[in-house]
């Protein structure tokens, strides 16, 4: 079956928000932002804006009805600025009018006066500083301190990895209307409808009954709107709150780009230490994580970064620290794979350090360590049915990592002025989230008397195809066709208290709730043929399970039983609920039991650098792949690519810059580069794992919208092996991005000084 919504996309049918038709007597807002990205806010002064045709209200902190707060896991974040100014694009005011040409024109008319404090935008600055969002952590394992006497080969060094912009299609917006009795309703572009419906009714003064937050669907999130949708929502709502009327607030790219946060640039320090045998035996690690302005969910980052340090490999011996540091930036904020990407681009330049120093392949490094049944994380939970191994051996036989090997350094013999590059590129990611308590969700599915059926859950369709997937999960379990069943908007009404579509969770999450309340249903449907229409029940069960086994949609007297069911007074909706079973962790010792399961697999890439330019290409990238049992193998390949093209971005071409004053220097697409059709691999092979899939994951499908990001990592180390292939002399940082920049450097180090003077010769 085809994902279910491609069709209208390219149609233009599919409904966004700003294709939400406008209501009568809608104002426009737009959001005044903080000049300075340090200090004290001495004054707004909007005469001159008001004065404009068309400019209705000009709204600060002082016209919030209730509390100016928005900060999710630490209160730290106000609405609108009051007091100080703590990064540049920090909204200070908002300006509604009756058209959105007269909003924009108001901006420049708005006088902010800020005077200047001391800007920090440096993680390190900050933490020599004592800027923390929130206390440092440490997961410990072993004992690293006594293990490094017994280490044959220590290495130490220093990696940094840059941040990265979402760049969803579709920006930051919502639209808000007045409902009767003081209420609002949201239309909102959120991976997290409640919590735009929590902070707004907190902001206005109101009960969360007040607020209802709609989501039809997203052009994109990748995490960006997992809690930075929050301000536009709660904007919105304040505007059509205090005037009555409705208004509609939606970014354009520029002041998306300026005001919201990205991914944490991180940067750390390492220690490993091997054994003869090339066993990792001890491994330090300490994260700086550039967490901006607020906390935002860089706490929740910052511990994924944590859980995920020692990516695919078993280490006995761990102490990993990291900080979270208090910059000004716009508040850094979930980016897929959520601090795991960032935590394992460090392990394995570790791992490339040690590799390089003793002459070896890192490969060789990488696959002797790799994760076995029952090895323990530094977090204490065991790896089950753990597929680390048989990743790595399926993609290195599959796509003859020995061949590719010969002919990389067969071209790299014959070449001078081109070089190839190869490596591999395991992954391993803890599916849950790692806050115990947000793996729950519901579902409420009705069945209407014709037998069409309609399902409400949590989970936010943002093209990751997660209604289709709710859709098959409906269908296979109530054993009809596929015609019959509609995913209905995410509304806060109808299914309450939900997690953000987040942490590659909310299929499994939804799914499970959509299941046990289609399970409930048929249970119900198939007693009562029993009884009522005296048919017989097992024979029922039988041949309903015989149909599905044969993947054919049962749907033998559907109508006819749905109809029975509703003349004798049996409910035909049902409202259920799923809790992810035996998860626990500890925050105070680090220890537990945080994942559902874990998802495995190797990629292997191979690069070409052009020696003269610093160009490249990245030819292959050919990947083995824990699937589970695919519920869906066009729309989880599609995460595959996705999630690896995405990837190859932020470790290649994406270089977000700011300068030491907090401003956005790549603060448009002509200097913020992301990757386009030429950019990704000529080839991209994806192999499905021949894996039984886990229990806790839908239909045993396992999770698969983050994990595939990370094999982006291995572009960053084939692109080092080419540049080795051309210089050896040199040592190189481990520094993400490549940027062919950055290569060109790295082959020439002799006649570049420091990067001041890079840049300066560039301009
Ligand atoms: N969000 C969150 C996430 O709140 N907790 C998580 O563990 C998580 N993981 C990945 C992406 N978003
Ligand atoms: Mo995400 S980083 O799962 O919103």
Same mark, same amino acid.
């Not at 896991?73 to 609405?79: K, S």
């Not at 109101?206 to 009954?209: N, S």
């Not at 919208?705 to 094999?711: D, I, R, S, T, V």
């Not at 481990?734 to 490549?738: I, L, N, Q, R, T």
């Given at each position: 079956m085809n994902h279910l919504d491609p069709i209208r996309h390219v149609r233009g049918e599919s409904q966004y928000l700003d294709d939400v038709p406008v209501q009568h007597g809608t104002l426009y807002a737009a959001v005044v932002e903080s000049p300075?990205?340090?200090?004290?806010?001495?004054a707004i002064d909007a005469t001159a804006a008001l004065a404009l045709?068309?400019?209705?209200r000009v709204l600060t902190a002082?016209?919030?009805?209730? +509390?100016?707060q928005i900060g999710g896991?630490?209160?730290? @974040?106000?609405?609108l600025a009051e007091?100080?100014?703590?990064?540049?694009?920090?909204?200070?005011a908002l300006v509604l009018a009756e058209s959105e040409h007269a909003a924009h024109a108001a901006l420049a008319l708005v006088r902010v006066e800020v005077e200047p404090l001391p800007i920090i935008t440096d993680p390190r600055v900050a933490a020599a500083a004592g800027e923390l969002l929130v206390p440092p952590r440490t997961f410990q394992i072993g004992d690293s301190g006594a293990a490094w006497a017994g280490c044959t080969h220590v290495f130490a060094g220093v990696a940094e990895s840059g941040g990265q912009e979402h760049l969803y299609i579709e920006t930051q917006g919502a639209y808000a209307f007045p409902t009767e009795m003081g209420g609002v309703r949201i239309i909102s572009s959120t991976q997290g409808p409640t919590a735009v419906q929590r902070h707004t009714a907190h902001v206005l003064g109101?009960?969360?009954?007040q607020v209802e937050v709609d989501v +039809?669907?997203?052009?994109?999130?990748?995490?960006?709107? @997992?809690?930075?949708a929050t301000p536009w929502g709660a904007l919105a709502a304040l505007g059509a709150f205090v005037t009555r009327r409705p208004v509609k607030l939606a970014l354009d790219r520029m002041a998306d780009l300026r005001m919201t946060g990205k991914r944490h640039p991180y940067s750390s320090d390492f220690k490993i230490g091997l054994d003869a045998e090339l066993k990792i035996v001890a491994y330090e690690v300490t994260f700086y994580q550039?967490?901006?302005?607020?906390?935002d969910l860089s706490p929740a980052v910052l511990e994924r970064t944590l859980f995920h340090c020692t990516n695919a490999y078993f280490i006995p011996n761990v102490t990993a620290t990291a900080y979270s540091c208090r910059t000004n930036l716009p508040p850094n904020t979930a980016f897929r794979g959520f601090g795991g990407p960032q935590g394992m681009f460090v392990m394995e330049s570790a791992l490339a350090c040690a590799a390089e120093a003793l002459g070896l392949e890192t490969a060789e490094l990488q696959r002797r360590n790799l994760l076995r049944e029952g090895d323990l994380f530094p977090y204490r939970q065991p790896a089950e049915m753990c597929h680390a191994e048989q990743a790595w051996d399926t993609a290195a036989a599959k796509f003859d990592l020995p061949g590719r090997r010969r002919e990389v350094a067969a071209f790299n013999e014959a070449h001078r002025w081109q070089k190839k590059g190869l490596a591999l590129m395991p992954i391993c990611f803890g599916i849950s989230?790692?806050?115990?308590?947000?793996n729950q969700a519901r579902a409420l599915v009705h069945i209407y008397t014709d037998g069409s059926v309609g399902v409400s859950t949590g989970a936010v369709e943002m093209g990751q195809g997660v209604n289709t997937k709710i859709a098959q999960v409906a269908a296979r379990t109530l054993g009809?066709?596929?015609?019959?069943i509609k995913v209905e908007s995410t509304n806060t009404t109808r299914v309450a208290n939900t997690s953000p579509?987040?942490?590659?969770?909310t299929a499994d999450l939804n799914g499970k709730a959509t299941e046990l309340a289609c399970l409930a249903l048929r249970e119900r449907l198939l007693r009562l043929a029993a009884?009522?229409?005296?048919?017989?029940y097992e024979g029922l069960h039988i041949e309903h399970e015989q149909v599905l086994a044969a993947g054919?949609?049962?749907?033998?007297?559907w109508e006819k039983l749905v109809s029975a069911a509703y003349w004798q007074r049996v409910s035909l909706s049902e409202n259920a609920h799923y809790a992810t079973p035996d998860l626990h962790f500890d925050a105070t010792t680090?220890?537990?039991?945080?994942?559902?399961y874990h998802v495995y697999g190797t990629a292997l890439t191979t690069v070409r650098v052009d020696c003269r330019r610093g160009t490249y290409v990245v030819e292959a990238v050919e990947l083995a792949h824990d699937?589970?049992?695919?519920?869906h193998q066009q729309i989880d390949r599609g995460q595959i690519e996705g999630g690896v093209v995405q990837g190859i971005g932020w470790m290649t071409m994406e270089d977000l810059a700011y300068n030491t004053e907090g401003r956005?220097?790549?603060?448009s697409l002509n200097s913020y580069k992301i990757p386009d059709l030429y950019a990704a691999p000529a080839t991209l092979a994806v192999h499905f794992l021949d894996t039984p899939g886990h229990p806790l994951a839908v239909l045993r499908s396992k999770a698969v919208?983050?994990?595939?990001?990370?094999?982006?990592l291995g572009t960053y180390f084939a692109l080092r092996a080419a540049v080795r292939a051309f210089q050896r002399h040199t040592p190189l940082p481990?520094?993400?991005?490549?940027t062919p920049e950055k290569v060109l450097v790295s082959l020439y180090p002799e006649f570049v000084g420091p990067r001041e003077t890079v840049a300066v010769a560039a301009t």
């Open positions: 300075l990205a340090h200090g004290r806010l001495l045709p068309g400019v209705v002082a016209d919030i009805p209730g +509390t100016n896991i630490v209160p730290d @974040e106000p609405l007091g100080h100014v703590h990064f540049r694009g920090q909204p200070v109101l009960g969360m009954h +039809t669907r997203l052009g994109g999130g990748f995490g960006g709107k @997992e809690d930075q550039n967490g901006g302005a607020a906390a989230f790692t806050k115990t308590a947000m009809i066709p596929l015609h019959r579509s987040a942490a590659s969770a009884t009522e229409l005296r048919m017989d054919k949609p049962a749907d033998t007297n680090n220890q537990g039991h945080p994942f559902a699937f589970g049992q695919s519920l956005l220097l790549s603060n919208g983050e994990p595939p990001l990370m094999y982006g481990f520094s993400a991005p490549m």
